[in-house]
């Protein structure tokens, strides 16, 4: 594969920057691949008012996500892809998930952390913005790239749960695979489901044990017990069924380099892609 990740200091256009809809080349299924955070692209208005550089960009996206699940729409599923990096706009965060820092103007901030739906500081605790946003450009910002994301999410999982009975949505991320200061490793996958509450434990269980039959340790909800997307969509009694997986980054980058490991990479690809035939193929009603 092309381990070159997209320079996300590069100019950033309008036409398709937000994100990428791909539609199933096989029989499809009611399985809807989200990958939020694998985007690099950072339009220049956004640009002036970071101080992150390039290799923080990097380091904060869960980088390759989006190829490791890029044949999704080959096993009949749709795949929807965040261009963008969250350094514009986190997708995983409710649009008013916002502290009075970040936004001083803000006649109603929710927010009780640095890293909502706009990060202040990177995950490493170092200043993300040159100052803080005013209200207007926080709203134009979401304007612009969060509600057309979460738009496109939700008509496609209405429409799979029309055609379909039920519509699945697999939250795709990754991991680093320490926590900051810890010497032990995390797991291979974390399913979360926020409780098993959002979605039918036969996919739950489908999710753990196809994981645990490659060979990967699994460890649910911990320590991600699924974001905004998978609490928001995540509504078993409505027939929407929602599973975020964090995948371990060691298992197919190296690290350091942030570049993909030959083999390892198409290895687990091939296990992501068997699990989305799975929940395709799932009797859940």
């Not at 809809?21 to 950072?42: F, N, Q, W």
């Not at 927010?111 to 134009?140: F, H, I, N």
């Not at 975020?244 to 380099?257: G, M």
């Amino acid at each position: 594969m092309d381990d070159r990740a997209d320079d996300p200091a590069a100019p950033a256009t309008e036409e398709g920057l937000i994100f990428t809809l791909t539609e199933p080349t096989a029989h499809e299924t009611p399985v809807l691949v989200e990958v939020p955070h694998a985007g690099l692209a950072v339009p220049e208005e956004v640009r002036e008012t970071l101080l992150v550089p390039r290799e923080v960009v990097l380091r904060d996206s869960d980088l390759f996500v989006d190829k490791l699940y890029a044949n999704a729409p080959t096993q009949g599923a749709s795949l929807l892809v965040a261009n963008v990096s969250r350094y514009v706009v986190d997708l995983n965060r409710s649009a008013d998930d916002v502290d009075r820092h970040t936004v001083p103007d803000h006649p109603d901030p929710r927010g009780l952390q640095p890293r909502g739906v706009v990060w202040r500081v990177t995950s490493e605790g170092k200043p993300a913005l040159r100052a803080p946003l005013s209200y207007e450009t926080l709203q134009d910002r979401l304007r612009r790239y969060h509600a057309p994301y979460h738009d496109a999410l939700l008509a496609r999982l209405e429409s799979k749960r029309e055609r379909f009975g039920h519509a699945v949505l697999l939250a795709a991320h990754s991991m680093p695979s320490l926590s900051r200061g810890a010497t032990t490793p995390r797991a291979d996958v974390v399913p979360g489901t926020r409780g098993r509450s959002t979605a039918d434990a036969r996919l739950i269980d489908c999710v753990q044990a196809h994981f645990r039959e490659a060979g990967l340790t699994v460890r649910h909800d911990d320590p991600y017990r699924g974001g905004w997307s998978t609490a928001t969509y995540g509504r078993p009694d409505a027939h929407w069924h929602a599973v975020q997986i964090e995948l371990n980054r060691a298992l197919y980058v190296e690290e350091a380099t942030s570049r993909p490991k030959d083999g390892d990479f198409e290895a687990l690809e091939t296990i992501v892609l068997a699990l989305i035939r799975k929940l395709g193929a799932l009797a859940l009603d």
